[in-house]
């Protein structure tokens, strides 16, 4: 198994208050995403990070914010928590950022925002 | 643009039964990648396989199987004799660079397998 750790594993918040999840490595892997999971939509990409202090956004990036200080941690920030951000989300890696590299997940931060 | 549809939202079949999972793509690149996932209840994804588009040829491993076509723009997954610990969700999703290394991947909605004994 790929060394992926995400916490927490659950969190409860409130509208509004600000929300971090970090994702934590110990692969040293270049290549970090985060993605949400909703009924419906299946897996979606949020921001990825190709190095340290070297992110990008994804398809549904509004409201999030991430950062990555060092090789083996990506954060993903929700500024102000709305509940349409209540979701189930994944951090992954791939060592490689070529096309035929398989990410590797976590196994996901189940996030309610009442 | 990238899109993966796998129309099929839930299939329940019987202990022993085979099941085909479909999943047809879109994308405009002539080079890509596509990819099986597989979510137990337990929640985690758990890649099970990678096809590129210059390969046709089918693959087996044990009970499971892959038909791609490039005619059709799909990439089937069978599992044959399916068990119990076959129960779970699986996706499908397509592979495309981004403008700064990294693959985004895009998945389907995912389909739902029950395996009742």
């Known amino acids: 198994d790929a060394g992926i750790t995400q916490s927490p594993r659950h969190k409860v918040t409130e509208t509004g208050t600000p929300v971090t999840l970090r994702c934590h490595q110990t692969e040293n892997h270049r290549y970090m995403y985060w993605y949400r999971q909703d009924p419906g939509h299946g897996l979606r990409l949020i921001h990825y990070?190709?190095?340290?202090?070297?992110?990008d956004k994804g398809e549904v990036s509004d409201g999030y914010s991430v950062s990555r200080s060092k090789t083996e941690d990506f954060l993903l920030t929700l500024e102000s928590a709305t509940s349409s951000q209540t979701s189930v989300y994944f951090c992954a890696i791939s060592e490689w950022g070529e096309a035929n590299q398989p990410q590797h997940f976590g196994d996901g931060t189940r996030l309610s925002i009442l | 643009a990238q899109k993966v549809t796998q129309a099929q939202t839930e299939i329940s079949v019987v202990e022993k039964e085979d099941v085909t999972l479909d999943c047809v793509y879109e994308?405009?690149?002539?080079?890509?990648?596509l990819f099986w996932y597989k979510q137990p209840p337990s929640g985690e994804l758990v890649f099970l396989i990678r096809r590129n588009s210059f390969d046709e040829q089918n693959e087996i491993s044990g009970r499971y199987s892959w038909n791609f076509q490039k005619s059709t723009s799909s990439f089937n997954f069978t599992i044959t004799a399916s068990q119990v610990v076959d129960s779970a969700v699986y996706f499908c999703?397509?592979?495309?660079?981004?403008?700064?290394?990294?693959?985004?991947?895009?998945f389907g909605t995912g389909t739902s397998l029950t395996v009742i004994p």
């Open positions: 994308t405009r690149d002539t080079t890509y990648y």
């Open positions: 999703a397509l592979s495309g660079l981004t403008w700064n290394g990294g693959n985004q991947f895009y």
């Open positions: 990070s190709y190095g340290v202090k070297d992110t």
